[in-house]
């Protein structure tokens, strides 16, 4: 029986690939058994795919998607067997990579290799401090995390990251499963890789089992023992790439495109099913794979006791957790007398936030201090919210996605602005996903000083504007900050990255930051103005600055703070000219490439060059923030 | 003597940090025993920094860089006493992280952690394929590479993927010292690392010799063996961050802060030394250290004689490899009545450099066959030019920049534009330290189709556009292709991206195309036009329909094609009015964010959101890329 589930799995997969003419048959074929028998071990709710205490899966293999469906159809999950025959189409829900609600059950978006493998070590991290946080009187948390994953992934270097991280935190309720078929797609694994792969997650604290993923006894015998390691597991399964058909079993053509109609039909007469039966799914599999929608009625109503059953101040946490309430954060205001760097204005409300959001955790690639990350006299995860990640950019921002899409936590992490390169991709699948994230990115420009034009953004603002859904924010000073900071968290499925400066810089009245709602706005306003100078972050300072020397020169000048760039673009035109007259003389100013601000200026005072290596204000000087360049640029138009 | 000669190696650093009152004093005092071992046994010439056949010195972490400077000061380089007292200062050579072509004897751009040690591989890996080319008939090629390297280095994933790769092709010539100081950022590395180094080197055929740092036996003893290796060593040195500090060895306060001056100067005292002095080198050290001066003439002369003595053929190709000759390529033409996708034709032009330059040699993380970034009949590495970098995008880039500046290769490395993410930083170091290094990029928009949004590149445009330095192209059709190859290769120190289509697009005859080295042009130019359209890439086959269409309507359309953004800003404002006309109603079409194209238009045809999984042409239509809304954007200007 058990072989016919997981052929009625394999011949699914090759039907939706081959119905699609595109797609990924061959990792499917070769998961089948894993996943029959992976079914049986599975704790989930397919009538409530957010059922918190549920087991999480995650395809880190994105490629192998017509498996996640074929599963969760097979399972009972609202997706249809028409969704299958619709693979890949556009607007079906079963996209070519599994996307994060898109698709009931399918727990986060994967595709780019070892994304999942540190998304799951996320759900586990949060399911971890979930017990902290819930586990007082009773298990509210105990399920697993599932990860299934390919060389690619394992190839990785954010995968490494993750796993080493995982192995520091002795995550006992992660399992790695390693599809491990010895093709990547130039050819078999052997041309890029002879690295001991057992040996090496001993090395990072981790438990490895071995053993044939074809053989049904040994998977079920290796996940039993893998729920009750001490460690994260990693269960290494030697699998054939496309088993099961006819003739191109362990082939690497197989691992991107259709078998072809031929193949198809030849492997399923080969296990005996209808040669020309497409998507079949006899009763007796059908009914053995949709126990699940039993079980999981039966697991959540036992949860729900024990919440019952729990105290209230618990239940109440649940709750709070759940369904957090902004409205009561003290949020700091700071007084125009101030000078204040935005990165120490920034630790400040992320400390306000924290004091009344228990959900609300993160920490640094290893830069806390000078990041201003540390949540002040809070723990450290797992006992307390001040996450320590090492010197993992990409990682955290993967880890951060999937404790975001968890339940119960608002995520943040930390770096220097430079470093957003490295966690660039788990920055967009964020932003693409829609999640509740946040990125503290100081040291944001050149007036990181000394340390040169290896630390020194450029392109990094263009590069986070151009990405859809998501917002970055470079305040001009501490008050702004706080503004940004409600718009951010006013956003409940848009990401958001806080530019910060490594300088003090002059704090502007309160009262006028509070028009920074809409993205940018008047700081300054002369009548009948024949010039605008845009600003953002520290080279607002200098706006104000050069407009007061215009001044004295007779000329009637605006000055523009965008501290929001997306959100200016998205209000309507008039207000856009409402702020920036289209019929002045417009200069904006930005230490940065700048390149998206000629949609609003005559010229750009930017970045044209990597930084240098000097004192941060020698450099605004070499690179022309000056009054004197301002007012000459101005003058020239 | 030896420990006078690390004291005053490591009171320079110290005396360099505390003057420009800012730096990294704690790695160099740490290290500074482990490099007065290391002068005795590194092969270098200080009076030629560029002889081929020298050992290569990475500094993975940078942030050590006073550390570097004083030993190319003690050894002989061109770098004076006081341009150790200018460090970090404007227009010094001493820049807060070491960067190539800044300063004589840096090899390489460090700073951005892991970076080096996967340059470190780039260039072990690019004296393999030397030893497979020029070592016929004697030892031409014989140097070690060494790199140094921190805990941060070690975390990062970029490490781990090049060091797999490493214990993968056996690099027998490279050594990577490791600082084991147990300090981060952050405080003990404990907080976030519990990994067993030495076997994770292991298990990736990595030999490990493990050393008390501050032993000088033993580390002369460990380097002698780590030289002898059949495989890569790993040296984990074992010491005490800010050694030989009066109070503050071990703590993590002296990693990225100034001692000041009273710790400086009883430090000083307990050495023996004038606590006092600054910048102190006393004669009997620096004449040891500068004994490498004598013995780099001697290895040169010994090399001179050596190639002297080897077969013309082999001086021939020494010569064509350290100056490529360009002018030889017979590049292909493609006929207008093909259609073919930018990522084939792209491969043909790959093809054809390569059979007339030896020093051609690159690949893909594991898309060979989708990139088509395969040289035909030619063997793998190390015995030909195809390299197989495995699934590992961000090493890759690294290994590939150390491989552009070793001084006999041309490389280029190929992944899907949405991977360029992962690769991200890597390539902006190529852009820094401006090298000829060539990025293959297919699957360039929307038009990848059935893989979806993960797989589609929106924002990766802009982000190259605005990053200095550095030229994007993409080519409308092969032609266009081939164009940007000429361009691309008459640049000797600025790195080129190519964001080739998945999908054919027609060919565009090559009398226009030619006129594309201004990185944009008029493809079709009507007298007395009012409307222009541009568009680069794909979308330049649907400006042309839509011009069509518009001539219907009786409207004068001139059609603009950029297959080089970058290249077309750097045009005077005359010629770039004279391709786009300022008077006419001006709309650029691009399956990108596009933000940066209102500089030249009234109006962008872009992408806002992220893209869907659909067929390609399904997408193009869902998302406005149509004749119907072009005409639509253009009336309602």
């Avoid at 992660?174 to 093709?183: C, G, P, R």
């Amino acid at each position: 029986m058990l072989q016919k589930m997981s052929d009625t799995i394999k011949f699914l997969c090759a039907d939706m690939v081959q119905t699609a003419n595109s797609g990924h048959p061959g990792a499917p074929m070769g998961l089948s058994d894993v996943l029959t028998v992976l079914s049986s071990h599975l704790k989930h709710n397919p009538k409530n795919p957010n059922f918190l205490n549920r087991d999480r899966l995650v395809f880190s293999g994105g490629h192998a998607s017509s498996l996640l469906y074929s599963m969760l159809h097979l399972w009972g999950y609202d997706i249809s067997l028409d969704d299958l025959k619709n693979f890949r189409q556009l607007h079906s829900i079963t996209p070519g990579h599994p996307e994060y609600k898109e698709t009931p059950g399918v727990e986060i978006t994967t595709g780019p290799l070892g994304q999942g493998v540190a998304n799951a070590v996320g759900f586990s991290m949060a399911s971890k401090y979930a017990k902290t946080l819930l586990n007082k009187d009773s298990e509210i948390i105990d399920h697993n995390v599932y990860c299934l994953c390919g060389d690619g992934d394992l190839q990785e270097g954010i995968s490494y990251e993750a796993i080493a991280l995982a192995g520091h935190h002795k995550l006992d309720n992660l399992v790695l499963i390693y599809d491990s078929n010895n093709i990547t797609i130039e050819g078999d694994t052997s041309i890029a890789w002879s690295e001991d792969v057992k040996q090496r997650f001993n090395a990072a604290s981790w438990n490895v089992l071995e053993i044939n993923g074809h053989n049904f006894e040994e998977i079920d015998q290796a996940l039993a023992s893998a729920k009750s390691s001490p460690k994260p597991v990693l269960l290494i399964a030697h699998t054939l790439i496309a088993k099961g058909s006819a003739s191109m079993e362990g082939s690497h053509k197989t691992h991107g495109a259709p078998l072809g109609n031929d193949e198809l039909s030849k492997s399923k007469k080969l296990a005996g099913f209808n040669p020309d039966a497409s998507f079949a799914i006899d009763d007796d599999v059908l009914i053995r794979f949709r126990s699940a929608i039993e079980k999981g009625d039966m697991y959540e109503k036992l949860w729900n006791n024990t919440i019952k059953e729990s105290k209230p101040e618990t239940k109440e946490l649940l709750s709070r957790l759940q369904s957090p309430d902004f409205s009561n954060i003290k949020f700091p205001e700071f007084k125009t007398n101030e000078k204040l760097a935005t990165r120490a204005s920034n630790g400040q409300v992320l400390n306000a936030i924290s004091d009344s959001l228990e959900g609300f955790l993160g920490g640094s690639a290893d830069l806390a201090p000078s990041n201003n990350t540390e949540l002040k006299g809070k723990a450290d995860f797992p006992v307390g919210p001040n996450m320590h990640f090492g010197i993992r950019e990409h990682a955290m921002a993967a880890i951060c996605n999937a404790m975001s899409i968890y339940g119960l936590f608002i995520p943040y992490s930390g770096t220097f602005f430079i470093f957003s390169d490295y966690m660039k991709n788990s920055v967009r699948l964020s932003a693409l996903m829609g999640l509740r994230s946040f990125y503290i990115w100081t040291h944001d420009s050149i007036g990181v000083g000394e340390d040169g034009p290896t630390h020194q953004p450029i392109e990094q603002l263009s590069t986070f504007r151009a990405m859809p859904n998501f917002y970055t924010f470079r305040p001009a000073d501490a008050n702004e900050n706080v503004e940004c900071w409600k718009i951010a968290l006013s956003k409940d499925s848009t990401p958001c990255g806080f530019a910060l400066s490594r300088q003090g810089l002059p704090t502007i009245d309160s009262k006028k930051t509070k028009e920074a709602s809409k993205g940018g706005y008047l700081l300054e306003n002369d009548t009948d103005a024949t010039i605008t100078l845009i600003a953002t972050g520290s080279e607002v300072e200098l706006a104000l600055n050069s407009a007061k020397e215009l001044r004295k020169e007779g000329k009637k000048v605006n000055v523009v703070s965008v501290p929001c760039f997306e959100l200016f673009c998205e209000q309507s035109k008039e207000y856009q000219q409402s702020i920036i007259n289209p019929n002045t003389k417009r200069v904006a100013i930005e230490a940065a490439s700048g390149l998206e601000w000629y949609r609003f200026a005559d010229e750009v005072i930017g970045m044209t060059t990597f930084g240098a290596s000097a004192p941060g204000n020698d450099l605004f000087n070499h690179f022309g923030f000056t009054v004197e360049n301002v007012i000459k640029t101005v003058n020239e138009l």
